[in-house]
Nanobody
Framework: VQLQASGGGLVQAGGSLRLSCTAS????????MGWYRQAPGKERELVAF???????NYADSVKGRFTISRDNAENTVNLQMNSLEPEDTAVYYC??????????WGQGTQVTVSS
């Protein structure tokens, strides 16, 4: 099973991007789908996640600007990013976690926001 992330790119401050992540292969009992990011010289941090029941959690720095959504039938999670800031520049990784606790990570997609 692999997670394939897409949608990254270069955008000016104030712009928008939409990231998507889809699992190839079957993953049973997915509970959490989420996004993390890692900027150069910094640790990987949580951006947002959504539970199977629809509950969401966002990092304070992205609240009101980013929206996470998921399609359980397609094993896909999306991240709509609006009002992007240079501080959002990072490699974005998707992660799925199933009920037994196994984690699957995507390969990362670069997001660069120019000022």
């Amino acid at each position: 099973v692999q997670l394939q992330a897409s949608g990254g790119g270069l955008v000016q401050a104030g712009g928008s991007l939409r990231l998507s992540c889809t699992a190839s292969g079957s993953i049973s009992s997915i509970n959490l789908m989420g996004w993390y990011r890692q900027a150069p010289g910094k640790e990987r941090e949580l951006v947002a996640f959504m539970s199977n029941g629809g509950s969401t959690n966002y990092a304070d720095s992205v609240k009101g600007r980013f929206t996470i959504s998921r399609d359980n039938a397609e094993n896909t999670v999306n991240l709509q990013m609006n009002s992007l800031e240079p501080e959002d520049t990072a490699v974005y990784y998707c992660k799925f976690k199933n009920i037994p606790g196994y984690e699957y990570w995507g390969q990362g997609t670069q997001v660069t926001v120019s000022s």
